[in-house]
C-alpha cells in the first residue's frame, strides 16, 4: 500500500454496493401502484449514464424527475447505506480510516446523503465532493444546479481539481464518469473496482482492474509523493 497516495473513492457501487437513487426511488416510491414499472425505468436509467451512454447531466435530471424527494426519506436512505458498504470496505475500513486524511469521496450524488454515511464510518464528511440539494416551495428536494459541480459531463475531474487534492491522486471507480478523471488529467491512476458491477467499457480503459478493496490498495504501491520523483 501506498503511504503517499491521495484516495479518491467513487460511491455508488464503490464504496456501497448500491445505486443510492435506486434506494432512493424504492423509498420513495413504496407504495405506488406503478412503482416497479417506474424503478425499472430508474435502473435502465442508471445503467445508460454508468455505460456513457447517456450524458450525466441527463441521467441524474431524468432519474430525479421520477421520484417526489422529501426531506423525511433522507435519514432511512442514509441507515440503508450504511448497511449496504461494499463488503471488502466493510472489511477494510479500519485501514481506511487510519489514512483517512488522503480519503477523499467524489460523486454525481448528493452530500445530504453522502455526508452522514462518511461521518458514520469514521471518515472525513468534509472530503466528500458531490452535488447538492435544495428545498422546492413544495417542501420537496431537487437538484441545486448552482451548488452540484458533478452533475455536469467531466464534473468529477473539474471538482477534484477545485478542491485542490494533492497528487498522486488515485481515482477508484466502477462508472464511466469515473474514468473521466482520468481522461481529464485529475488523477495520476484509475483503478476500475468489479467488487459490485463490472462495467466492460469502463474496465478496458482503466490503469488496473481490481476485484477488492485489498487489490486497490496494492495498486498504488509504487506512487510517490510528487517531491521525491
Ligand atoms: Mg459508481
Redesign the pocket.
Known amino acids: 500500500m501506498s503511504d503517499t497516495a491521495n484516495w479518491i473513492f467513487?460511491?455508488?457501487?464503490?464504496f456501497v454496493r448500491v445505486?443510492a437513487l435506486d434506494e432512493l426511488a424504492e423509498i420513495a416510491l413504496a407504495g405506488r401502484a406503478d412503482r416497479d414499472t417506474l424503478l425499472g425505468a430508474i435502473r435502465e436509467i442508471t445503467n445508460l449514464g454508468?455505460e456513457g451512454r447517456l450524458a450525466i447531466d441527463e441521467s441524474l435530471r431524468r432519474r430525479m424527475s421520477l421520484l417526489a424527494i422529501q426531506p423525511d426519506m433522507l435519514p432511512k436512505l442514509v441507515q440503508r447505506l450504511v448497511d449496504n458498504l461494499t463488503p471488502s470496505f466493510a472489511r477494510g475500513m479500519g485501514q481506511l480510516r487510519s489514512m483517512r486524511e488522503r480519503v477523499w469521496i467524489v460523486?454525481g450524488g448528493f452530500h445530504e446523503w453522502i455526508d452522514p454515511v462518511a461521518e458514520a464510518v469514521g471518515l472525513r464528511r468534509d472530503r466528500v465532493i458531490a452535488n447538492r440539494l435544495r428545498a422546492r416551495a413544495d417542501g420537496l428536494l431537487e437538484i441545486d444546479p448552482a451548488a452540484s459541480p458533478c452533475a455536469i459531463d467531466a464534473g468529477k475531474a473539474h471538482a477534484i481539481r477545485a478542491a485542490g487534492v494533492p497528487r498522486p491522486r488515485v481515482m477508484v471507480?466502477?462508472?464511466i464518469?469515473?474514468w473521466q478523471v482520468r481522461e481529464h488529467g485529475a488523477c495520476e491512476r484509475f483503478v476500475c473496482l468489479t467488487e459490485v458491477v463490472r462495467r466492460e467499457p469502463v474496465a478496458a480503459r482503466a490503469d488496473v482492474v481490481a476485484a477488492n478493496l485489498d487489490e486497490v490498495l496494492a495498486a498504488a504501491s509504487d506512487l510517490r509523493a510528487p517531491d521525491q520523483g
Open positions: 467513487d460511491f455508488d457501487s464503490t445505486e454508468m460523486s471507480g466502477d462508472g464518469t469515473d
